[in-house]
């Protein structure tokens, strides 16, 4: 993994708020917001429905992405911060092969996000307490899309690739 194909993940109570805060502290920007998007995260034997409200900051790589909590979410928390470190992503071609290395140096999943078809999106793992995603390089392309342009019409649907 290298830092060129990394993404910062912070997690925040209010979405608007936090962008604001980031804007004024750190002259960050941000793409249009992402909003309601169903997400489905399988955590050991459950899969978590939720809807997502995130966005991603315009100056990157590496981009920040910033997701609001989600109410009773095991994973869409910020642990009671305004402004939470979440993870650090890293864009793979194989969530599954990645995955299984990371599980194999001895960090489980935590978190796997699904697509349509029901394979991984995106994993987490805990490396030494620091969560490390694995995302899908198929969904890179509209990311960066995303954050160059600021236009959110059409993102939320690339950003699930089915299975192969």
Known sequence: MDMKDAHIGIQVENLDQACAT???LLGLTFAEPIKDWPVAVRMGDS???SQGH???SRQGPPYVEVTENVAESKIWQSDGLPIAFHHLGFWVDDVAAASEALTA???PMEAGGLNEAGGYRYAYHLVNGLR???ADAAARAPFERWATTGQVEGIAEAFNPSAP
């Open 132 to 134: 490390i995603e694995v």
């Open 47 to 49: 899969i978590e429905q």
């Open 54 to 56: 995130f966005t991603v």
């Open 22 to 24: 980031l804007t004024d």
């Open 105 to 107: 140096a001895g960090h």
